[in-house]
């Protein structure tokens, strides 16, 4: 099982800080395809407050699944997108929801997309002018590797993620392997962290561990908060029903105070605490 911050943090500072306290849970991309059928629900319980609900959206979206392999889509920095990676890189935050019904819709109706709203959706920019200068690059996709090549272990042959993507897909045809792919740069990671922390991960900390999680999250599935949860010394996850990557994009005002009380206090909310979202992403 990886190790997840909350289980690093706690272990490493058994003696705490505010700061330290309510850390959400994050593991691999296992739930994507569970997220966008929530999506779907949500989009058609919406009505036409959601610009792809009309008609049958699952339908719409086995054609355009369908569709995709063949035809992807090139946004402003000249990457080309298949629509499922377009989904698993929007999911996380449900704010980007009615955008990417549009875009679906747009894709479906035509095939296409204005290349504005492509481009908004996927967070493409234009690559900057070659002006002799060294252009600032952001080193997101090198920060996230680095942590996660060096503080996990992973397999280093190629071939294997190209397996477990076949096993993946044989599951999850539309999300499967992406998911699998997200890892692959560890194949080839030069880097390692020879003091890692490798365990136990149930060190007695000065206050109770908080494991904040959706019920849908694309990025981190709740199994995993349960998971990682029963690893630690004394822990509980409270759950927010919701679509979503963590309590920091799910809107909870329930999340919100469970939060609050539990950084000024330190002391867990009761057991079987729970929590719904303020409102559909499509309001």
């Not at 610009?51 to 959206?57: C, I, L, R, T, Y």
């Not at 690559?127 to 080193?139: F, I, K, S, V």
């Amino acid at each position: 099982m990886e190790t997840t911050p909350v289980q690093l943090h706690a272990t490493l500072f058994p003696s705490g800080d505010p700061a330290g306290r309510g850390i959400s849970s994050y593991l691999r991309a296992t739930a994507l395809a569970a997220t966008f059928e929530q999506f779907l629900s949500d989009c058609s319980a919406a009505g036409p407050r959601c610009a792809f609900s009309p008609g049958d959206p699952e339908a719409k979206w086995a054609v355009l699944a369908a569709r995709s392999r063949g035809a992807p889509v090139t946004t402003v920095d000249g990457r080309r997108w298949t629509y499922p990676e377009i989904i698993s890189d929007t999911l996380a935050r449900p704010t980007s929801y009615p955008q990417l019904a549009e875009l679906l819709e747009q894709l479906y109706d035509t095939g296409t997309a204005t290349p504005d709203l492509l481009n908004a959706v996927t967070g493409s920019e234009p690559l900057p002018a070659d002006t002799g200068d060294q252009p600032y690059l952001t080193n997101r996709a090198d920060a996230y590797s680095a942590i996660q090549c060096s503080d996990s272990t992973v397999p280093t042959d190629p071939a294997v993620y190209s397996r477990a993507a076949q096993d993946a897909d044989q599951s999850e045809p539309d999300f499967g392997r992406i998911a699998v792919f997200s890892t692959i740069p560890c194949a080839f990671w030069q880097g390692h962290d020879t003091d890692r922390y490798t365990g136990p991960w149930n060190r007695r900390t000065s206050a109770p561990i908080l494991v904040l999680n959706t019920s849908n999250d694309p990025a981190t599935p709740l199994q995993g908060a349960f998971a990682g949860a029963s690893q630690l010394s004394e822990a509980l996850v409270v759950v927010t029903e919701g679509t979503g990557h963590t309590s920091m994009y799910v809107e909870s005002t329930c999340a919100e105070r469970v939060k609050r009380d539990y950084l000024f206090s330190g002391i867990l909310p009761a057991a079987g605490t729970g929590c719904s979202r303020d409102r559909s992403p499509f309001e």
